[in-house]
Structure formats: structure tokens, C-alpha cells
Nanobody
Framework: QVQLAESGGGLVQAGGSLRLSCAASGRTFSMYNMGWFRQAPGKEREFVATIRWPDLSTYYADSVKGRFTISRVNAKNTVYLQMNSLKPEDTAVYYC????????????WGQGTQVTVSS
């Protein structure tokens, strides 16, 4: 079992920044990678970014490339999503996810944290 706890969401003006955190606990040694997804009202959940280990390679959705950065602090089993130059279309509930059965086979999810970007 892996438990995920997100934090850091909130309300920000367009052009601003936020940093989301996802703290993992439990059988974290079994994780292949962790990722961030988001779901806007009336839309399906979509991929945002992921970080794999042990090489810490990262991948991003085209819509956030150059604006968002995913990173990990090994010692804390925490993954961050630094979001800069936020746009109103980034407004969504952001979810942290972990894959333990294989790369990008996400089987654990956090509760989500709301990010609202005002214009």
C-alpha cells in the first residue's frame, strides 16, 4: 500500500505561481514513478507531468511544457510540481498518483487539491 497526500493548492492570479507537494508513505520502495494529473469541471482527467526513478527522467503534457516543473526529494519521498505562468485554463483539481505495478501504471491516487487561476 502507498498513501499519497497532496498540498499547496489555492487561488492565484493569471501569471502567478504555485507549488504543489505530494508526500508518499507506505511501500514507497515499490514505486516506479509518480505523476500529476488534473481534472477541470466537465472534463476528463488529464496527464500533467511524471517523474521516473531511478534516473529521475521527466515528461510533461504539451500544455504545461516550459511552465511546470516536476521534481522529487528522495529523502522525503516527496514530489513537487512547480507551476509558473499560470493561466485560467490551468484551473482544475490536481491529483498526485503513484505507479507500483509498472511504469505509468498508476494504481494509487491522492485526494486532490484545488488550483484556481483567476483572469
Amino acid at each position: 500500500q502507498v498513501q499519497l497526500a497532496e498540498s499547496g493548492g489555492g487561488l492565484v492570479q493569471a501569471g502567478g505561481s504555485l507549488r504543489l507537494s505530494c508526500a508518499a508513505s507506505g511501500r514507497t520502495f515499490s514505486m516506479y514513478n509518480m505523476g500529476w494529473f488534473r481534472q477541470a469541471p466537465g472534463k476528463e482527467r488529464e496527464f500533467v507531468a511524471t517523474i521516473r526513478w531511478p534516473d529521475l527522467s521527466t515528461y510533461y503534457a504539451d500544455s504545461v511544457k516550459g511552465r511546470f516543473t516536476i521534481s522529487r526529494v528522495n529523502a522525503k519521498n516527496t514530489v513537487y510540481l512547480q507551476m509558473n505562468s499560470l493561466k485560467p485554463e490551468d484551473t482544475a483539481v490536481y491529483y498526485c498518483a503513484a505507479a507500483t505495478r509498472g511504469y505509468s501504471d498508476y494504481n494509487y491516487w491522492g485526494q486532490g487539491t484545488q488550483v484556481t487561476v483567476s483572469s
